[in-house]
């Protein structure tokens, strides 16, 4: 459906993801900007969030280090830093007893096969997957360099996000804000990640003994993504400076699954799609539930 209205166009579309129901809305401001389009005079800060994926699994004995190094990067910075563990690749796959729960989805292990981590062997991870193609893969005492230095760097946008959950119908509202300071480029995708904190499991720990750790606090699991790993073009053209974009999600909680909502949260990202596949700007929200 395709209608025109006074300040600009709304465009809506319905589409189905991965069996898991899903529908968006999207506002689109065009100049002159009028109705909730920045101004000269705006006075909106362009603080960059930088977004820390460490690439682990449940079978990687070496792996609870490099999550402790991003928890202590995590205190460092605060809401500035935003990490997502991604569990794919030969670590993350269930064996036998008691490595038997499956953390793997479809998002990452996409992520996983087109970034090459776990082909580079874990623990490794990406700062806002800067350096693709041959740069990209970092050791965790890279890290905190690679943090510091994007911390710094300007951000073209702002990206807001709310997520609100119906319990009764395990039914997600999303509502994403994009604000750009700077023009935009066509390469500028929106991608929304599914994130579960503190998952009680095993791991595998070869600083302990016996390694087998029974009880295992996981954070920042990836669990699932709207529009899959990429998500959606933000706009065809690239966006004028200036331009607001509002773009709504319906996401419904697969049947089965035993992710905790209270424990939940959403990422967003914008990322430069099929270019340098770099994050310029993200915003996590918590699930707030009704």
């Known amino acids: 459906m395709l209608r025109r209205i006074l300040f600009g166009w709304v465009i809506s579309t319905v589409g189905l993801v991965g069996g898991l129901g899903w529908a968006l809305g999207c506002d689109v401001i065009e100049p002159p900007y009028r109705e909730g389009s920045l101004s000269e005079g705006d006075s909106i800060g362009q603080s960059r969030r930088v977004v820390l994926?460490?690439?682990t699994g449940f079978r990687c004995g070496n792996c609870p280090e490099a999550h402790e190094r991003a928890e202590e990067l995590r205190q460092r910075y605060g809401e500035r830093l935003i990490l997502i563990s991604v569990h794919a690749g030969f670590f993350a796959?269930?064996?036998?007893?008691p490595y038997t729960y499956d953390f793997r989805n479809p998002v990452s292990e996409e992520l996983d096969r087109f970034f090459g981590i776990s082909r580079a062997g874990n623990p490794n991870g990406m700062v806002n997957r800067r350096g693709y193609p041959t740069?990209?893969?970092?050791?965790?005492?890279?890290?905190?360099a690679a943090v510091a230095e994007e911390l710094q760097r300007s951000a073209p946008l702002e990206l807001e996000l709310d997520a609100t959950m119906d319990t009764l119908t395990s039914t997600v509202s999303l509502e994403v804000?994009?604000?750009y300071r700077q023009p935009g480029t066509p390469d500028h995708y929106l991608a929304l990640y599914l994130v579960e904190d503190s998952v009680v499991q095993y791991?595998?720990?070869?600083r302990r003994n016996p390694p087998d750790i029974p009880n295992y606090l996981h954070r920042f699991v990836l669990r699932d993504g709207i529009g899959g790993a990429w998500g959606e073009q933000l706009?065809?053209?690239g966006a004028p400076a200036g331009t607001v974009l509002q773009?709504?999600?319906?996401?419904?909680?697969p049947a089965g699954v035993d992710w905790k909502p209270a424990h939940c949260s959403f990422v967003a990202l914008v990322h430069r799609y099929g270019t340098t596949y770099e994050i310029v700007q993200a915003a996590a929200a918590p699930l707030r539930l009704r």
């Open 93 to 97: 796959r269930p064996t036998a007893p």
């Open 203 to 206: 791991q595998l720990d070869y």
């Open 235 to 237: 706009h065809p053209t």
């Open 247 to 253: 773009r709504r999600y319906t996401y419904r909680f």
């Open 135 to 144: 740069g990209h893969i970092l050791g965790k005492d890279a890290w905190a």
């Open 53 to 55: 994926e460490d690439y």
């Open 177 to 179: 804000t994009v604000r």
